[in-house]
């Protein structure tokens, strides 16, 4: 997500310095409605419970109203774009919006092979800024400030001995991995058995070009005995791509023509834009399948966030969710000096 780390501070200057670099247990009573949700959604994730305790203290101050000029929302933060990726209908609904940030941040630690810093970075200024970064944390104050607050508050939690990590038994998550056919991700969810079956995206090449067009194919199989209604979503930096299109299967074509700029947004933060396809009437059995097609307006290698969505109306609670980082490496430019032509007068 991409924000500024002081929008956070609606409640007034005192309440933001405290909420940032006070002490984590001296805002105890403010803490303990969400002592539950936090160890929950930490354990499911495979998170330590004082990581994902800090961030909220340095997202929010623990104010589930909290909401920045910016468009974040609720205890982590959450931005809109993020929100509609990871299913949240309600920001203000502290439950739904911890296990929702704590579910992307497990995904970004993924994503960056368990550095914490670097996913803690992609959290407050996106993964593609990150990635531009080389692989560090950004030069921009606010993020190399917000690393610094979340490690600061996790080491206080632990010192303080609250809520002790415990080693969950989960099965895994979705993993960065190489664009192939063959095999399948599954994706598992809280609400119970997975109805939701998608195969490993593929990429038509093993590597993208600069202005040239890549595409990655998805397929998605309903596997419930009940009708689904399904959605397609996918996050895309937008200053790195100059044309960026969806196909589904039976649905017309989304496009979508990013606007002609070079720079990466506000004080270097990647901007994400959000582009999407409804699935109607997903009969039981069906596959369905999606093509995204992009064009490289930058030599960097491209961060996607894809997302699938099953809805079952008839029965509540079904709602499963599949999602992936897809890493698009872009060819390194082959410097090759060519003999220059001697230039001689024509003989008549």
């Not at 509540?316 to 897809?326: A, F, I």
Request: charged fraction near 15%.
């Amino acid at each position: 997500m991409s924000k500024r780390l002081r929008t956070v501070c609606m409640g007034g200057m005192l309440g933001c310095l405290l909420g940032f670099w006070g002490d984590p247990v001296s805002g105890g009573t403010r803490e303990a409605p969400y002592e539950s949700f936090i160890l929950s959604a930490a354990q499911e994730q495979g998170l330590e419970p004082a990581l994902v305790k800090a961030v909220i203290k340095c997202e929010s101050g623990f104010n589930p109203q909290a909401r920045s000029p910016k468009g974040a929302e609720g205890l982590m933060q959450l931005m809109p774009g993020t929100q509609t990726m990871l299913g949240v209908s309600n920001a203000f609904d502290p439950q739904r919006n911890i296990m929702a940030g704590t579910r992307y941040l497990a995904t970004l630690k993924q994503m960056f092979r368990g550095d914490i810093r670097l996913a803690l970075a992609a959290y407050n200024a996106g993964p593609q800024t990150v990635i531009t970064a080389n692989y560090s944390v950004p030069a921009i104050t606010e993020t190399q400030q917000y690393v610094r607050c979340v490690t600061a508050a996790q080491e206080q939690y632990r010192q303080y001995g609250s809520m002790p990590f415990l080693t969950p038994i989960r099965l895994d998550p979705p993993r960065l991995r190489p664009l192939a056919p063959g095999g399948r991700a599954l994706v598992p969810t809280p609400s119970g058995a997975q109805t939701l079956l998608v195969n490993p995206l593929r990429l038509s090449s093993p590597v993208a070009q600069l202005g040239q067009q890549v595409t990655v194919e998805l397929e998605a199989v309903n596997t419930s005995p009940r009708l689904g209604y399904g959605i397609v979503m996918i996050n895309y930096p937008e200053h790195l791509v100059s044309f960026m299109a969806m196909h589904t299967s039976g649905y017309e074509t989304t496009v979508q023509i990013p606007q002609a700029t070079t720079e990466p947004g506000t004080h270097g933060v990647s901007v994400q834009r959000l582009l999407s396809s409804h699935w109607q009437a997903w009969a039981p059995g069906e596959r369905r399948t999606a093509r995204i097609a992009l064009v490289p307006r930058l030599p960097q290698e491209i961060m996607l966030h894809v997302s699938v969505v099953l809805d079952e109306p008839g029965n509540r609670g079904t709602t499963q969710r599949w999602s992936s980082m897809v890493r698009i490496p872009m060819q390194a430019a082959a410097l090759v000096e060519r003999p220059q032509r001697r230039q001689t007068a024509q003989r008549r």
